[in-house]
């Protein structure tokens, strides 16, 4: 396995010598052959209607568990490209560019559909001076969609390259984001009827062509809910309160953490969603937070959440001896986990991304990141997450916006890579 990643540390592509699939004499010779150069000149010809589509599919809202709408649209415009597509029992958009053969080993290239965020009417998302897109989901990940339909319409109406497009899957997945626990991911990985025959997953996320995410960061969510007897502001002032205990408990586990000496492994915790009571002159009868923690290490994962449950406990007991009357409980709920892992070492993905990079002068580096990477990487698969082109910031803001200046580039470069999976996964001669 890959030792630990130092984030801050850039790497140089263009001093290596990378593994090429028998059948590529070389990047050059690829970005050069018949069919792979007429999709790669179809990126830079067709920015307007990469533009639209970007769009149109990001006015359609697709909040976590609401993505129905979406992939309703996505697979009507992979069918009318001349794909197969479905939407799966998880909710999932899957497409085909005709059968694969029984048993033929997959190469799954995807993109999540939901945003944290929705627009609330289509004109929340427009178009800025420069040609600069703004609203929910237009960086996370309207670029991914978009590049799955560019994709999709490049090889539908460009010359064939010669490569075993049998085996290749596209995939516009559910519940990436909060929540969505990976649920889309999980699907397609573990029951789907492509499950057992995946050879290799290519995440397109957010548009950055300066990382290659291959370790996933584990994740752990809970949500803690607090009750008590509830009661007047004024009359029943000194009753246990579950929102008193729940700020000392959140109080105390941030100073707790921020006192400790800086890990060898990064780690975070955010308290994200806290809600309780009914006015403000009554005491509440319960009040709730919901956490994310997350830890490189499984260990450290493990200890950032039983620390979670002993200062909860500590807070409830200092709540209950301070309270003239009533007592609090509280319940410390799992609602959701990530699991983690790491690309294998000389996992063929990881050079072929850098030879690509290298061919194309991007400068990039590896990451660690919760991505829907984590559930195929966790099960041993090889699997990257990269952006698909353009700028972007602000994501899971309302300010997200997005820029496609660059977008080709990325484009390119997720399809040469494409190109490498899907010819490594053909039979030898």
């Excluded at 999540?112 to 001076?129: C, G, K, M, N, W």
């Excluded at 497009?165 to 990976?182: D, M, P, Y």
């Excluded at 290298?358 to 698969?381: E, F, Q, R, V």
Aim: glycine share 10%.
């Amino acid at each position: 396995m890959l030792g630990p990643i130092d984030l801050a540390r850039k790497r140089n592509p263009a001093a290596k010598t990378h593994a090429l699939p028998p059948a590529v004499e070389s990047l050059e010779w690829l970005a050069n052959s018949p069919g792979v150069r007429e999709v790669l000149r179809f990126f830079a010809r067709e920015r307007r209607w990469i533009d639209e589509q970007h769009l149109t599919l990001c006015r359609i809202a697709a909040p976590t568990f609401q993505e129905q709408k979406r992939a309703e649209w996505m697979a009507a415009q992979f069918n009318a490209l001349g794909w197969e597509a479905k939407i799966d029992r998880a909710g999932n958009v899957t497409a085909q560019l005709g059968p694969a053969e029984k048993n033929t080993p997959l190469v799954a290239v995807t993109a999540h559909l939901d945003t944290v965020l929705a627009p609330r009417t289509p004109e929340d998302i427009r178009v800025e001076a420069r040609d600069r897109f703004c609203g929910p989901g237009v960086a996370d990940n309207g670029t991914g969609l978009t590049a799955l339909l560019a994709i999709a319409k490049a090889l539908a109406t460009e010359p064939k390259p010669q490569l075993p497009l049998g085996n290749l899957l596209l995939v516009a997945n559910v519940g990436e984001e909060g929540e969505g626990n990976l649920s889309g991911m999980r699907f397609l990985c573990r029951q789907s009827p492509f499950a057992s025959r995946l050879r290799a997953v290519l995440v397109l996320d957010g548009p950055s062509t300066n990382h290659i995410t291959v370790e996933a960061l584990a994740c752990r969510r809970f949500e803690i809910t607090v009750t008590g007897p509830g009661g007047h502001s004024w009359s029943d002032h000194g009753a246990a309160n579950p929102i008193h205990a729940l700020a000392r408990a959140i109080t105390w586990y941030a100073d707790t953490r921020l006192e400790e000496p800086p890990r060898q492994r990064p780690s975070s915790w955010n308290f994200g969603v806290i809600e309780g009571g009914s006015t403000v002159n009554a005491i509440p009868a319960s009040a709730r937070v919901k956490v994310d923690l997350r830890a490189e290490a499984a260990r450290d994962l493990d200890e950032l959440s039983e620390s979670l449950a002993a200062i909860l406990e500590r807070a409830l007991r200092a709540e209950n001896e301070r309270a003239v009357s009533g007592r609090v409980t509280g319940r410390l709920k799992e609602t959701g986990a990530r699991p983690g892992g790491r690309l294998a070492e000389g996992s063929p993905i990881c050079g072929f991304v850098e030879a690509v990079d290298a061919h194309l002068g991007i400068k990039s580096h590896l990451d660690c990141a919760s991505t829907d990477a984590n559930i195929p990487l966790s099960m041993g698969l090889q699997a990257i997450s990269i952006g698909a082109g353009g700028q972007g910031g602000g994501a899971h803001t309302v300010n997200e916006w997005y820029s496609p200046e660059g977008r080709d580039l990325g484009l390119r470069r997720a399809f040469l890579l494409m190109c490498l999976l899907l010819a490594d996964s053909a039979p030898a001669a």
